[in-house]
């Protein structure tokens, strides 16, 4: 009997948290806006946006950022049938632009204009504007990213030569850009003047350490996208200083040895015709030595192991080891000219370190770094750097290359 | 006094020890770590500090297997008299509240900001409350059982987490080892012993062992595992996330899993493993630590039934928990009760240990005498 | 007179016999006079129930054909006419009628102030088939049946060994049974069968038509969603568990033999598992611990990851999840929990419909009112997998019952989740796991092997080892004798 009653007042509260209370934190997935993309531009009028102003939809701001959402799996009209005829998915996504000062600010605002509320969970790309990156600092611009408990460390962030805005309306029809960016960035196994994956926790690190960093750029024209070269952010303001281009990024990429795989093209020295080099494996080992009036050199030792891919010329016989040696020795000048070209450029243009010598200073000299890393630019500019590159040929592929019949 | 049936095994010792330990700071462990050492060899100083803990519960299993049958409730009486004693019981009831309550609020706060946005944190706290309230009333046999599912269950998912954090993982920056000395790994070593903290459960549960010869044996296996689970979390996530990186997150072991995703696996994002076997190992730490609280209540009140004051102290438990106003405050919380840790049980046994055996030694040298 | 004891005088006792068994209609009396003798006698049997011919053969003819000599007493009835092994003497009257309605054959003779109780039973019974509730590909095709005697037989054909002791004993206050105990005297914990014994005394109540009166009465948790007994109708795996040192329990009228002690590891075995080679099975036992984890939470988790937790699932997942959803009127939950008291109302209704129809309605069921639903809009096709998924894995539970405990619980880890999201899924497993760490059978922890930790009977828990690396008992059940053999 009491047992029974017992149950019977469990049941009662049950019901009771049930029905009174409920799911409190429940939201259908499907009953919200999942962004997967961001763009944040300096401030440019979206025309949407002016029109509801006229109409007297805006409040105070500084209208310092303008920010393109990207809301994945928008609801069509039709409802449940996302299949076209031939069976292939239509993605459908929306852009937003909402101007504002702060991040969070522009994202609830957004509820003003949309019925479904904004989740960050799965946040992709973040892609930003070079003048709002020259203007602000990347702390300042990522700090609501680092702070929301939805959006995670894994988000990609790229800079853009350009209103950032653009990536995002562009790529192929039915494909969602920020989806398209994500996947470019996994590309680096097949061409290597793409810089490893810059995601939040990365950035975050930079920052936090006032370390200079690389941001991949990517820009946008006539409605695609292309990754282009990177943007040199500066450590310790935090805001964008330059641009490398894609030769750049390819020297930078062969300087660090963070290649995964591309190749490398060059012209034959006497017959001037193409020569390509396809990478294996590449590593590179930096060498921090400080001499005893306290000046600062590198000795950088770059080796790579690959394959012969593409062969327009007759003077190189693939069975001819001397011929091969002589590849060899082009390659090896292609990549130490660019190497050379990049160092002058961070060293003499930029002023800054964003091939991480630094960190190989602190690594192997760290009392030396303690002392100089305040002003580390300004010793990275007169710092020495020595490159040796060393290019090995494993094998030529499928193609076989008979020697001449010798007398 | 004890019923055999509720004796346990060297092994399950080792695993509720283990238990105990893994806690709340799996998931602040890489940023408390840092926070004193400021170097990538934060790794060293939760290496380090795991011997000292090693230490610490050598001292606690020595000195309590020298009371077979007994709890630190009862032979505390024994060694520094009657009144101190009771003192010492009390302020070691307070300090499993504390831990309890203390793990529990951590859950809480993780788990409304994580899984359970706008769900009223009493209401998490109460359901774990009951859930955990409805383990302990079956005694330390059935607890000793649940632990021994949960352990295992936590160190292949952390094991299998840590290996996937290894794809972010940049050896650059864990390096120089040492590169400033050892002084700041010696500075970070307080601050990493307090992630150790539960080998003192040994006091109790020395008590409950079938062979308590084996007690030594126990707590160091029960330590070693926590080791083995610190020292690799602390250095991937360095090692991922970088020192300044680390030293920036509130939860930088969360983090460091919501830094990847891996594409091609049916999940893709693995924070909700790392969440799930945090609130598992919450519960455990939780529920023994109540249990040993009310267990020192029922021995305090002169052996009411345990199963009582189980349910008697989960209002005090609530309000402990509800103590602190904040994020701040609550981490302020752990900080003192690792403070107790250190002064309670860090030094503490070994001192008791030597008035036991001077004690002894004192006893028999006046038995014959008499 | 005595009410209860027999007088010898004939006329009196069948004036007895006739008036208590008046209105028992099925009853035959059939007097005779015995051969030599100039003695009367009567048999009294029911019709149908005993055995016709053999009354006929052996106790009519021998009564009329033989040379009887005076003087006739009991003794010498006993002793030298009645041919006949199952025999009870019953001096007093109580009881008697209750063994003839039961099928015995009650015989009185002048002179004599007693009656005579020949077991004639000859209940229709079936012979014995394969077990349908739990069919192998491997192994014997014999089940048990209703008869007691033939279910002990069974036992005894098992191979000749001579610890298996069969104890009988009687339950029911009104409808008696023949209850059997069954273990090996020499490696079963006499612990244990005192216990059992101990229990089996407790049972109070009229009548236990089937063992699973006797499994809740003896059980250690009433409140319990797990059973605390397994069910078989298989005799290898009863002779199995006796070999192991457990005690199987026997009731008369039932196929269903209970085998205690129980843990959870064994609800998840089949006797075919140590039939078939080992590589095969350990996979076969991994994927059924696996399914029956899919099949409690599967739902739930669903639930926790649409409503709750989105950002836990792969983006690629959660936009496909969103473009199925859209449009579905209810949230994921009340959507779940519909779709699963669907499919078991589904699965009740085809098993109480004629065998021919079952399988039709599963698919008509299934598959058209599915399929009518997604296209309605009325669920999303994610859910119907989720559904579908929960059915089949759960299928894999070889024990039936243990199968509807955990069907079960997966509407509360539903609620759970409907709550809580992904925590309440933990809080919930939390919960289970606690009731289990505290559930034992028979003393014996449910979760044992796995937990307490015993590394040598590990070997047959989640994987099972090549049968010559077993050759220990389980020691848990702390067997008398701890080895199986070199």
């Not at chain 1, 930029?350 to 091939?355: P, S």
């Not at chain 2, 249990?291 to 021995?299: D, E, N, Q, W």
């Not at chain 3, 006797?214 to 069910?231: G, K």
């Amino acid at each position: 009997m009491r047992r029974a009653s017992l149950l019977l007042r469990a049941a009662i509260a049950l019901l009771g948290v049930l029905s009174s209370a409920g799911c409190w934190s429940s939201g259908e997935i499907e009953t919200q806006s999942v962004y997967i993309g961001m763009a944040m531009d300096k401030s440019k009028s979206d025309e949407t946006e002016a029109a509801l102003d006229r109409k007297g939809g805006s409040y105070p701001k500084r209208d310092a950022i303008a920010s393109t959402i990207q809301i994945v799996a928008v609801q069509t009209a039709t409802g449940a049938s996302p299949k076209q005829a031939g069976g292939e998915k239509k993605q459908s996504f929306r852009n937003l632009t909402l101007t504002g000062d702060s991040v969070l600010e522009i994202l609830r605002e957004a509820s003003l204009r949309l019925d479904r509320p904004l989740i960050g969970h799965h946040l992709k790309v973040i892609v930003i504007g070079d003048r709002l990156a020259r203007d602000a600092s990347m702390g300042q611009l990522l700090d609501f990213f680092l702070t929301d408990n939805d959006i995670r460390m894994s988000s990609l962030v790229f800079v853009s030569n350009g209103h950032a805005s653009e990536v995002m309306e562009s790529g192929v029809k039915e494909e969602v850009p920020a989806f398209h960016l994500w996947g470019l960035a996994k590309n680096r196994y097949r061409n290597i003047k793409i810089l490893p994956s810059r995601s939040l926790a990365t950035v975050n690190g930079f920052v936090q350490a006032g370390d200079n960093f690389l941001l991949q750029n990517v820009i946008a024209a006539k409605g695609e996208m292309k990754l282009a070269g990177a943007g040199v952010f500066d450590g310790r303001s935090g805001k964008l200083r330059g641009f490398l281009n894609e030769e750049e990024v390819q020297s930078w990429v062969w300087l660090t040895g963070r290649g995964e795989g591309g190749v490398l093209k060059i012209d034959d020295e006497r017959t001037r015709q193409v020569l390509a080099y396809e990478i294996e494996t590449m590593s590179s080992r930096t060498k921090a030595s400080v001499s005893k009036d306290g000046d600062i050199s590198f000795d950088v030792r770059v080796e790579s192991r690959g394959r012969l891919a593409e062969n327009w010329t007759s003077s190189i016989r693939q069975s001819d080891s001397a011929s091969i040696k002589k590849a060899e020795r082009m390659f090896e000048e292609a990549v130490s000219n660019g190497i050379g070209s990049l160092l002058r450029k961070l060293q003499r243009d930029y002023g800054i370190d964003a091939a991480e010598f630094g960190n190989q200073l602190r690594i192997q000299h760290p009392k030396t770094w303690n002392k100089v890393k305040n002003d580390w630019n300004d010793r990275f500019r007169q710092a020495s750097i020595r490159c040796r590159v060393q290019i090995t040929i494993a094998d030529s592929g499928a193609k076989a290359d008979p020697a001449p019949n010798a007398p | 006094m004890i019923q055999p049936e509720e004796r346990i095994r060297a092994a399950q010792a080792a695993v509720i020890v283990s238990n105990l330990i893994l806690g709340a700071g799996i998931l602040t462990l890489p940023r408390s770590a840092l926070e004193n050492t400021h170097t990538p060899d934060a790794w060293i100083a939760v290496l380090l500090a795991g011997a000292l803990a090693l230490l610490g519960g050598c001292g606690i299993a020595l000195l309590s297997r020298r009371y077979p049958g007994q709890t630190v409730y009862e032979f505390a009486g024994r060694i520094v008299g009657r009144a101190p004693g009771f003192v010492l019981s009390v302020l070691i009831v307070a300090y499993f509240l504390a831990t309890a309550a203390f793990q529990v609020r951590s859950m809480s706060e993780v788990s409304s900001f994580f899984l359970l946005e706008g769900t009223p944190t009493w209401v998490i706290t109460a359901i774990f409350l009951w859930v955990g309230l409805y383990l302990t009333v079956g005694g330390i046999g059935p607890i000793a059982r649940l632990f021994e599912i949960i352990l295992p269950a936590t160190v292949a998912f952390l094991a299998l987490l840590s290996v996937l954090s290894l794809r972010i993982f940049e050896p650059d920056r864990i390096r120089p080892v040492l590169g400033e000395g050892i002084a700041p790994v010696l500075r970070g070593l307080k601050a990493t012993s307090l992630a150790y903290s539960g080998s003192e459960i040994m006091l109790i549960l020395t008590a409950y062992m079938r062979s308590p010869k084996q007690a030594v044996k126990a707590v160091a296996a029960g330590i070693l595992v926590p080791i083995a689970i610190y020292v690799p979390i602390v250095f991937i996530a360095v090692g991922a996330l970088s020192v300044e990186g680390t030293l920036s997150r509130t939860w930088p072991t969360i983090d460091l899993i919501r830094s990847f995703e891996i594409g091609g696996l049916i999940f893709e994002r693995f924070e909700s493993l790392l969440l799930i076997t945090w609130i598992l190992q919450i519960f455990s730490s939780f529920t023994i630590a109540y249990y040993a609280a009310s267990l020192g209540v029922s021995r305090l009140l002169g052996g009411r039934s345990a199963r009582l004051c189980l349910y008697a102290l989960l209002p005090v438990v609530y309000l402990l928990i509800r103590a602190p106003r904040n994020i701040r405050d609550v981490f302020g919380f752990g900080d003192v009760i690792g403070e107790c840790y250190i002064w309670m049980f860090g030094a503490l046994p070994w001192a008791l240990l030597i008035l036991s055996v001077c004690k002894e030694k004192w006893n028999a040298k006046g038995q014959p005498s008499s | 007179m005595k009410a209860d004891s027999w007088s010898g005088d004939f006329d009196l006792d069948i004036g007895r016999f006739r008036e208590q068994t008046a209105i028992h209609s099925d009853l035959r009396l059939r007097e005779l006079e015995l051969g030599g003798a100039p003695l009367r006698a009567a048999l009294l049997f029911v019709e149908g129930l005993s055995d016709k011919e053999f009354i006929d053969r052996h106790l009519i003819r021998m009564l009329m054909k033989g040379r009887f000599e005076p003087p006739v007493t009991a003794e010498y009835v006993k002793n030298r006419i009645l041919s006949v092994g199952a025999l009870t003497e019953r001096l007093s009257a109580s009881g008697w009628l209750a063994k003839t309605l039961s099928g015995h054959t009650a015989l009185l003779i002048e002179g004599i102030p007693e009656i005579f109780l020949i077991d004639t039973v000859h209940a229709g019974k079936r012979a014995p088939q394969e077990p349908e509730s739990e069919g192998l590909v491997r192994g014997p095709r014999i089940g048990f049946n209703e008869s007691l005697s033939d279910n002990t037989a069974m036992l005894r054909m098992s191979g000749e060994n001579e610890s298996l002791v069969i104890s009988k004993r009687t339950v029911g206050r009104r409808v008696k049974r023949e209850l059997a105990v069954a273990y090996m005297s020499d490696i079963v914990d006499p612990e244990l069968l005192r216990e059992v014994h101990r229990r089996l005394d407790r049972i109070d109540l009229d009548d236990l038509p089937e063992s699973g009166y006797v499994e809740q009465l003896i059980e250690d948790n009433r409140l319990s969603p797990f059973q605390q007994a397994q069910n078989t109708e298989r005799p290898d795996r009863v002779v199995a568990a006796l070999l192991e040192g457990r005690v199987a329990l026997l009731l008369d009228g039932t196929p269903f033999a209970l085998i205690v002690p129980v843990t959870l590891s064994m609800l998840l075995q089949s006797p075919e598992d140590y039939y078939e080679r080992w590589l095969p099975v350990s996979f076969i036992r991994i994927l059924r611990f696996v399914s029956v984890a899919v099949s409690m939470l599967l739902p739930s988790i669903y639930i926790a990851f649409i409503s709750f937790n989105p950002g836990l699932i792969p983006t690629k997942l959660a936009v496909t999840i969103i473009e199925t959803r859209t449009g579905v009127p209810f949230p994921a939950y009340i959507e779940a929990v519909f779709m699963e008291i669907a499919i078991e109302v589904l699965r009740e209704a085809g098993l109480r419909l004629p065998k021919p129809i079952g399988p039709a309605m599963g698919i008509v069921g299934g598959l058209i009112i599915g399929e009518a639903a997604v296209q309605a809009g009325f669920i999303s096709p994610i859910l119907v997998i989720v559904v579908a998924a929960t059915a089949i894995t759960s299928f894999t539970i070889p024990s039936y019952s243990a199968g509807i405990t955990f069907r079960y619980l997966r509407f509360f880890a539903m609620l759970a989740a409907a709550l809580f999201g992904l925590f309440g899924v933990v809080m919930f497993l939390l919960l289970i796991g606690s009731h289990l760490v505290k559930l034992k059978s028979f003393g014996v922890p449910y979760l044992s092997p796995a937990v307490p930790y015993r590394l040598s009977d590990w070997k047959d828990l989640l994987v099972r080892l090549p049968t010559a690396a077993m050759k220990k008992r389980p020691r848990i059940l702390n067997p008398k004798d701890p080895t199986r053999g070199g």
